[in-house]
């Protein structure tokens, strides 16, 4: 590899490609399966049911504290079959690379793939390079889609939320978003924090493995966890009650949030679930998620309601669903599906 | 009884508008036996209807006493009908029937305690002495104790409540005040007064039934007296009642109902109180005056004197009743008990009473037995009920009078009963804005304004606007066949019409321009006027938020066509609670240097590093949405000239602008007395731009600002320049306006001066709140009217 930059001969299909996946991406995160570069992973057998999933992923910076777009490739994709209750098993990995990326960059981030899907116990089995002319990608992009098994007979589900179910949080939210962005504006936020990129599925397998009766989980991304929870209640068709001092937001991020002008509750995660469990099983399942450094400041933050509001009924059949922020004072709000870029509401 | 005159002619009469629950029957009637008339009058839906045959000229004296202010009088003769089963000697008073709902009625509104009651009240001799529920054919609730139209004994809650044969007596004799008086009741039938107390210290509270009135008021006093909290159940909800003299008593208060800033209001005996301290404490003025005491008994903001040296026996007002505002807001009892009350702490105790809605803030009033009983300890000390149950809650009216024009701020009791005549033909529903939320409803010609309800943030509130659709919607048998919402995506109000609305469309309506539309329809409007809606913020149709929105409307069309230059606002929401950010973002849109900005605003509320970093989300345009809201230049000034670095509730830096700045009216030595915020007009596509660069530029580099002397007054006064060029500008005669802004009573006596030099009339509403309380109504027309925006 004689350039110390990415080529569009490097996604040509010809020389430099192979070359690029044989020196880097072999044997980086090489396996058998990979290594036959074969044009599809002949998978075996499975005993559980399979999950399957995918996720594409764009971030400016791809390097930000506490990460970089490689392990979040492999995260991300691992949370979402580790919510669904599976244990990750394959992964297929494409990348889109913007002409002239430096390869010094690249390495650093197929390096950090492989420590991920490593950590995650799942094996990269098929994959894909592409280059695109500069200013066409910011960077690189990567797509993965991976398939998890699940070794219990019904999978997680928003179907499945109860009334009365407790809603727990694995961890302090909001950390991924604001490092993410202060890292990206340059805004001096005068303190040191860090992405909260985790694994998901060991805390959720540790709960299932140990009875934990858990009838529904979701990894808090994009929307944060009022996204989360404004999906869910209208997936579950409940009524969610949140209680606003307990839900877990670190003095930095509540801070930031605050200077910002951003709702913690819609800043993004990257390591973070809420889960959905009999309220009777909160305390044991609270004790097996501070185990791991990931669910450290698991909480619970509120409850299913018995039913969805009844009385929006007024000129039509349609119940409507929602969720409740209740305050330190017992008022409670109706959380509303902010817009994209939280534009205020109040005069 | 002498033989009637022949019949000459038989008239059939119809009368709309203010015409049940103002005892105008039982006088028709006494009218018609004077003048020797034959024939019936009933309640009819919300009209009354009469049939009635006599002389010519005895017709033509009837017609003549018909005709009142309130009422559309129609008439017709008819040929004489010998079948017709009415037609008996004499004149009778038939029961109310109702009428197919093709259109919204118009409801009997609730009234306040009138002279003559109050007198028969007051009187030991009268059989009435004491008794709470006292009420004629001149007042008394209505609206808030109507389960059906039309308004009649048997459709209010005293329906539950037979009257006594004494009751029966005085209802059936045409002498009497209280004949034909629908909730005519006395101690022996009518409703009971209740206090519910724990038995113990901290016990929950129950009701005693074992004691009399006169009993419960003596506790009540007692309890005010030791500086307690006492919850009365009032016409349409529950008050929360404290001695206004007590500073730690009023403070208390503020805690449990988690409202720490927000002015509270008075309730006091009688004018005669208000008038003693006119001149001294505040101002008043003859159309105040009328207000205190008209039926609707509204919350009437006086504007406070500062004059010191105040004797301090006519200051008996806590510091912590309404600090930091320029108003002092006075209402007069609205019910015996009120008066009740008023008048014996102030016999005992010498003091007026603070009077506020009993409700956690962000919540609604609150008005069933059960609720307030389980709130007793934690938001009051005793209860003060009855056993009558309340139909439609709404809270105390507020409003100020200014140079003879009505503002009405929040319109509720006495008030929200009434309709308008709207162009609108289908059964449309209105769902408001999320702030100061209220609905409306149009069906067949007529639309109804809910009354306020609050902020829709807040789950409790929302399904009060549930519970009050239902209601007044079910008085109405009124079903929508549409649904119209503010068009900000981010509305809690719009986001629950669309999830709730099943098979119906939900049209939306930019903010600004049903605020307008609003205006269109309550103000005497030209063809061809300029409407200036100028507030806090609302979605526009660009996706930025607008707020000092000019329109031009001509033929029937309306055209976005100038509003202030934009700018940003650094942290979104948190720009609109915390001024100092406006100060930077302005500074920044103005391209006055960083170290220059962040130097001078540095304060000790606000730091140099948060400066720096919000300077630095200004120039990342990283959640700074655009804005051209005129509230947020107020802010921005507030704090440069004033350091108020946080809105400690809605509009309250602008309000501490006023203030300085009326202050600054009276000391008229002031070094900024002549200069001016001069705004100029920019062309930019299409748009007029009003370009406050230069003006903040100067605001902002003044070396004397540090005290704000003089500059407040030349902000306000630069506003309103502002809209009197854009008149020139556009050539109208006629300013409409609406929006919050407008609520400034400064800002409109400066443009009142300003339109009498210029020969321009401005115009605002006295039926509904320039503020999103009217929003409703305006979002009603733009569903079904051609008044539609032509851009």
């Not at chain 2, 503020?254 to 008038?275: D, F, I, N, T």
């Amino acid at each position: 590899m004689k350039e110390s930059r990415i080529l569009l001969t490097h996604g040509s299909g010809g020389e430099a490609t192979r070359d690029l996946v044989q020196q880097l991406m072999v044997p980086g995160y090489g396996n058998d399966t990979l290594r036959q570069l074969t044009d599809g992973a002949v998978l075996p057998r499975l005993n559980g049911t399979p999950v399957f999933t995918t996720d594409s992923y764009v971030i400016t910076p791809p390097f930000f504290p506490g990460g970089d777009i490689g392990a979040l490739s492999v995260m991300g994709t691992c949370n979402d079959l580790a919510v669904m209750g599976a244990v990750p098993r394959w992964l297929s990995l494409a990348f889109i690379l913007e002409e002239s990326l430096p390869l010094e960059r690249l390495e650093k981030i197929v390096q950090s793939i492989q420590r991920t899907a490593q950590e995650a116990g799942i094996e990269i089995v098929t994959g894909d390079t592409k280059v695109v002319e500069r200013g066409k990608a910011d960077q690189l992009f990567i797509n993965t889609a991976g398939i998890g098994e699940l070794l219990q007979p019904l999978a997680l589900s928003p179907q499945r939320i109860q009334p009365g179910d407790a809603m727990v949080v694995s961890n302090d939210i909001g950390r991924h978003g604001i490092a993410v962005l202060a890292s990206r504006e340059g805004i001096n936020l005068d303190v040191d924090l860090q992405s909260d990129m985790a694994l998901l599925h060991p805390l959720i397998q540790a709960l299932l493995h140990n009875g934990i009766d858990l009838h529904c989980a979701r990894d808090l991304t994009r929307g944060g966890l009022g996204g989360a929870l404004l999906e869910l209640a209208e997936q579950g068709g409940r009524d969610l009650r949140v209680v606003e001092t307990a839900v877990p937001v670190s003095d930095t991020v509540q801070a930031a949030c605050e200077l910002l002008g951003f709702d913690p509750l819609f800043v993004a995660n990257e390591g973070c679930c809420v889960l959905f469990l009999p309220q009777s099983q909160v305390a044991e399942a609270l004790a097996i998620l501070r185990e791991f450094s990931a669910g450290r400041w698991a909480t619970q933050i509120g409850e299913v309601l018995a039913k969805a509001d009844q009385t929006a009924t007024t000129f039509s059949s349609t119940t409507v669903s929602g969720v409740r922020l209740q305050n330190a004072y017992g008022v409670e709000r109706q959380l509303g599906w902010h817009t994209v870029d939280q534009l205020p509401r109040i005069c | 009884m002498p033989t009637p005159p022949m019949p000459t002619s038989l008239m059939h009469i119809t009368m709309r508008g203010e015409v049940q629950g103002i005892g105008l029957r039982p006088r028709i009637k006494r009218w018609a036996d004077a003048l020797g008339l034959q024939g019936w009058v009933r309640n009819q839906g919300d009209q009354v209807e009469l049939q009635v045959s006599g002389t010519a000229s005895a017709l033509q004296q009837l017609l003549a006493q018909l005709q009142g202010p309130q009422r559309v009088v129609q008439f017709a003769r008819v040929a004489p009908d010998q079948s017709d089963p009415f037609t008996q000697p004499g004149f009778s008073i038939l029961p109310g029937v109702s009428m197919p709902a093709d259109r919204l009625y118009q409801v009997p509104a609730d009234r306040g305690i009138c002279a003559a009651c109050l007198q028969e009240f007051h009187d030991i001799a009268s059989s009435r002495y004491h008794y709470p529920f006292i009420s004629c054919n001149d007042c008394g609730p209505r609206f808030s104790l109507l389960t059906r139209l039309p308004f009649a004994r048997a459709n209010t809650r005293y329906g539950q409540l037979p009257p006594c044969p004494q009751c029966q007596a005085e209802f059936a004799d045409p002498e009497n005040r209280r004949f034909h008086s629908e909730l005519i009741s006395c101690a022996g039938c009518g409703p009971r007064l209740l206090l519910g107390a724990p038995s113990a210290p901290g016990d929950v509270a129950v009701i005693d039934a074992a004691l009399a009135p006169d009993q419960i008021v003596v506790r009540a006093v007692t309890c005010l007296e030791q500086g307690g909290i006492v919850a009365v159940k009032s016409v349409s909800g529950m008050q929360l009642l404290v001695r206004a003299d007590a500073q730690s008593a009023v403070q208390r208060l503020r805690r449990l109902k988690q409202r720490p800033h927000k002015p509270l209001a008075l309730l006091v005996p009688s004018l005669q109180w208000v008038e003693q301290r006119a001149g001294v404490l505040f101002d008043l003025d003859s159309s105040a005056s009328r207000w205190l005491t008209a039926p609707q008994r509204p919350i009437v903001l006086l504007p406070k004197l500062h004059r010191p040296g105040i004797d301090p026996l006519i200051n008996d007002v806590a510091n912590a009743v309404a600090a930091d505002v320029p108003d002092l807001g006075v209402m007069l009892p609205a019910t015996a008990l009120q008066a009740w009350l008023a008048q014996a702490v102030m016999t005992q105790l010498g003091v007026p009473l603070v009077c506020t809605s009993a409700n956690i803030s962000d919540e609604p009033i609150l008005f069933r037995n059960e609720d307030l009983l389980s709130r007793v300890g934690d938001l009051c000390d005793l209860a003060l009920l009855h056993d009558l149950e309340i139909d439609i809650p709404q809270d105390d009216s507020v409003l100020f009078t200014h140079r003879g024009h009505t503002t009405l701020l929040r319109r509720a009791r006495g008030f929200a009963h009434a309709t308008f005549a709207v162009p609108v033909q289908e059964s449309v529903l209105a769902v408001g804005g999320d702030l100061k939320n209220t609905f409306a409803l149009a069906q067949g010609g007529t639309a109804i304004l809910g009354p306020h309800l609050g902020d829709m943030e807040s789950v409790a509130t929302l399904q009060r606007q549930e519970f009050l659709l239902q209601k007044i919607a079910g008085l109405h048998d009124f079903i929508p066949n549409r649904i119209v919402a503010d068009a900000h995506p981010g509305y809690v109000s719009r986001q629950r019409a669309q999830r709730s609305a099943g098979n119906l469309s939900v049209a939306t309506v930019q903010h600004h321009h049903a605020h307008l539309l609003a205006n269109h329809l309550t103000c005497d409007l030209p063809e061809r006027y300029l409407a200036l809606v100028w507030d806090g913020s609302g979605y526009g149709t660009d996706a930025t938020l607008w707020g000092s929105e000019c329109f031009l409307v001509e033929a029937g069309k309306v055209r976005r066509v100038a509003a202030l230059a934009p700018f940003g606002l650094p942290g979104g929401v948190q720009a609109l609670r915390q001024p100092w950010r406006m100060a930077l973002a302005l500074s920044f849109a103005a391209n006055i240097p960083a170290v220059e900005v962040i130097q001078r605003l540095t304060s000790t509320t606000v730091s140099a590093a948060q400066l720096n970093a919000v300077w630095q989300m200004l120039e990342n345009n990283l959640n700074c949405p655009q804005s051209c809201a005129m509230g947020r230049l107020f802010d921005a000034a507030s704090y440069r000239l004033l350091g108020v670095a946080d809105n400690l509730y809605e509009g309250y830096a602008a309000l501490q602008l006023q203030t300085r700045a009326q202050q600054e009216t009276i000391a008229s030595a002031s070094p900024g007395h002549d200069s001016i915020f001069a705004i100029h007009n920019l062309e930019s596509d299409g748009l007029l731009r009003g370009d406050w660069h230069a003006a903040w530029r100067d605001l902002f580099l003044q070396e004397s600002v540090a005290s704000g002397e003089g500059y407040a007054l030349a902000f306000h006064r630069g506003i309103a320049q502002w809209a009197c060029q854009l008149a020139r500008h556009f050539g109208v005669r006629h300013l409409s306006l609406s929006g919050g802004c407008f609520q400034n009573r400064l800002l409109q006596s400066l443009l009142l001066d300003l339109a009498q030099a210029e020969r321009l009339e401005v115009i605002w509403p006295d039926a509904i709140p320039l503020n999103d309380g009217g929003l409703a109504l305006g979002q009603l027309l733009a569903a079904d009217y051609s008044l539609r925006n032509s851009t």
